[in-house]
């Protein structure tokens, strides 16, 4: 009888321990999990020379080699809290019969620039022009393009963007590009070979710096960083906005930036404000903690009052502006501008001599050219020597005919934009020929086997 | 979201048979491991911005719970049982389309059912005691949440919300008596669970409310020990 009792006590014993285990959730979806990974169209040869003829770009894209497939991917990343969070990109993949086209591919990882679209999708290329001009500069010359939309736009399912969170950033681009990596390996003829060469341009100039030295902190066993060109990015963050909320000038875009990086900050460190009137003036609270990026027209939302009403987006303070006289004495101690020190990209330094250059415009009035020539004073302090392309200065460019192509095309379509060229400074006028002198640098790292 | 509640109405309806018919004490507890086994179907999810093919659905994951409940034996053959347990979880997983992000949901369920149960005679010289018993199941759905993962799935976060389920339920199964007072008891039972989930999501734009039907259709396993007196 006692083994009988025994046999009871440990079929209990079992059942109870059984019915114990296992509570926990399981662990969200690895970094880089594919949720969807689609062949989203096709681009030919004709089509691509067709409208860079059209643009008048084609002397600087070239003539195009490759037909290209657009491929759209959605996968899984982590946001700033480092939970789960999709996000989407557009791939865009040579193909052809050219040798340029043809085996495996090097991979460009593209940050794009601040946007207030929330629909914001690289692989629309036949609707956003910066999608458009990189599948001519790059995809149809041999390049896999990989172009990240961000967390926060498109169908990500994060609620706000992490607007230069360094860190954020550089996660949800690597994640993109293994992501990529991953669905070209799968469905692809042509796969990505392991050259990888990072650019963005604005604020993906600063996400490009931002993945660049996180990939070489912390995934150099995955990732090889082959050459590198940030350009026209906010890589001094602290000392603009040091400028901006001090003595000025006050950069042309500046009341959309800083609603972008008050959502951005607060919801990934939480210390921007207490009450949303703190930082911003009353017709202006009603914006709400995140206004961008959206859908709606920006002159929509100046009809609302949720804007200034001022097509510069300049108004920052005083009468009509933006942010209260508060938010701005406050500001040299507080949690906004300790945030803008964190994510300001100088101090590190990148590992591989000759495959990094930066590169932007003297008279750039929204993203101030000091951001390029500090970073290159940084690195240069540690004796990493690196070029910072000013588009207005002959001397800083590459030597021969290239480098006077790219300056004169420069200064002559400054002289067409005439009375505009301000307005398109920084948006239209650079990023082509900024562009161009970085794939040019591409090509002679891939060309030298560095 | 699911079955749970079948479960315990097996165990209970286990231990309903663990007492020997021929020594036919009137009362026993029992108290046991439960699993239940969910075989949910559910339609797609409706609501939101459409989800490409083949759409998004959800699949129940299994619990397992601590059962106990209590039977009382009025005729010799007969006998009335309840049966509860400790509110088991079970996780949903992403099917179709949102596969790929795994878990994206928890529930528990309180699931009180009651049976009325027949003794079957003695087999292999009283070793051997099978039961059958049918009755109503309720089950109520509580502490549902959406994980990370789901909240990425649904496009932020997500509450869950699940209608309560009124089912019929049987079970079949056997003692095996150990002595005058003690017995293991083994069954297996099976309810008819349905619920409406409604999940709400707070998006930057609004909120979206996506709905499902879902079937649990719940195969419970119990394995107790039952005291009579």
């Known amino acids: 009888m006692k083994n009988i009792r025994l046999l009871v006590v440990s079929a209990l014993g079992a059942a109870v321990l059984a019915a114990c285990g296992g509570s926990g959730d399981d662990a969200p979806p690895a970094r880089a999990t594919i949720i969807t990974g689609v062949l989203a169209g096709q681009a030919t040869i004709a089509q691509i020379d067709g409208s860079t003829a059209a643009s008048g770009a084609q002397a600087l894209t070239g003539k195009a080699k490759c037909d290209v497939d657009i491929r759209y991917i959605v996968y899984m990343t982590r946001d700033p809290a480092g939970q789960p969070a999709t996000a989407t990109e557009g791939v865009l993949v040579p193909s052809g019969s050219d040798p340029a086209c043809t085996g495996d591919r090097p991979v460009v990882l593209y940050a794009h620039g601040t946007t207030m679209t929330h629909s914001k999708n690289m692989a629309d290329v036949l609707h956003d022009g910066e999608a458009g001009g990189l599948m001519a500069f790059y995809a149809a010359q041999g390049f896999i393009v990989v172009a990240p939309n961000f967390l926060g736009y498109d169908a990500s399912s994060m609620n706000y963007h992490p607007y230069l969170n360094a860190e954020a950033s550089a996660v949800d681009m690597i994640d993109g590009l293994r992501a990529a990596k991953a669905h070209l390996a799968a469905a692809s003829t042509i796969k990505a070979s392991d050259k990888l060469l990072i650019t963005g341009y604005s604020q993906g100039g600063h996400v490009a710096a931002a993945t660049h030295k996180v990939i070489e902190r912390d995934y150099s066993g995955e990732f090889t960083v082959t050459a590198s060109g940030p350009m026209s990015g906010p890589h001094n963050l602290v000392k603009t906005f040091d400028v901006v909320m001090g003595p000025g000038p006050i950069a042309g875009g500046a009341v959309l930036f800083t609603s972008l990086l008050v959502t951005s900050y607060q919801g990934a460190y939480g210390n921007v404000y207490t009450n949303l009137a703190e930082v911003y003036q009353s017709p202006y609270v009603s914006q709400g903690p995140r206004l961008f990026p959206t859908d709606t027209p ?25 942010v209260t006289d508060s938010f701005r004495a406050a500001y040299p101690t507080s949690g906004f501008r300790q945030n803008a020190v964190l994510n300001t990209l100088l101090g590190w330094t990148p590992k591989r001599a000759n495959t990094v250059a930066l590169c932007g415009g003297a008279q750039d009035p929204t993203v101030f050219f000091f951001n390029s020539t500090d970073l290159q004073a940084d690195w240069a302090s540690r004796g990493f020597l690196a070029p910072a392309w000013d588009l207005e200065s002959r001397a800083s460019l590459p030597a021969g005919a290239a480098g006077d192509l790219i300056y004169g095309g420069f200064q ?20 082509p020929f900024c ?13 030298a086997g560095l | 979201m699911r079955n749970y509640t079948i479960v315990f109405a097996t165990a209970l309806a286990a231990f309903s048979g663990a007492v020997s018919a021929q020594e036919q004490p009137k009362h026993t507890f029992y108290f046991g491991g439960v699993y239940a086994q969910v075989n949910s179907k559910a339609g797609e999810l409706v609501g939101g911005p459409p989800v490409p093919p083949p759409g998004a659905q959800i699949d129940v994951g299994d619990g397992q719970t601590i059962g106990f409940g209590y039977v009382y034996r009025f005729q010799p053959q007969w006998s009335f049982e309840a049966a509860l347990g400790i509110p088991p979880k079970h996780k949903g997983y992403g099917e179709g389309f949102i596969a790929p992000f795994g878990q994206i949901s928890a529930v528990k369920q309180v699931a009180p059912t009651v049976f009325f149960n027949y003794h079957f005679g003695d087999l292999a010289n009283g070793r051997v005691q099978p039961f059958v018993g049918v009755g109503l199941n309720y089950t109520r759905f509580i502490d549902g949440y959406s994980t990370p993962s789901g909240n990425a799935a649904s496009g932020g976060p997500t509450t869950i919300k699940l209608t309560d389920s009124w089912g019929l ?41 996506r709905t499902t039907h879902i079937e649990f259709r719940p195969v419970v396993y119990t394995l107790a020990v039952g005291y009579s007196f």
């Open chain 1, 412 to 431: 002559q379509a400054k002289a067409a934009a005439g009375a505009n060229a301000q307005a398109q400074y920084h948006g239209t006028l650079v990023p």
């Open chain 1, 298 to 322: 920006i002159p929509d939302l100046m009809a609302q009052g949720k804007l200034p009403a001022d097509p510069t987006f300049t108004a920052m303070f005083g009468p009509g502006g933006l």
């Open chain 1, 435 to 447: 562009i161009a002198l970085v794939r040019g640098l591409y090509q002679q790292v891939l060309a």
């Open chain 2, 169 to 209: 339920a049987a079970h079949v199964g056997a003692t095996f008596p150990i002595d005058k007072q003690w017995s293991i008891v083994g069954a297996i039972a099976y309810a008819d669970v349905q619920s409406d989930l409604t999940a709400t999501t707070t998006t930057w734009s609004g909120e979206i409310v």
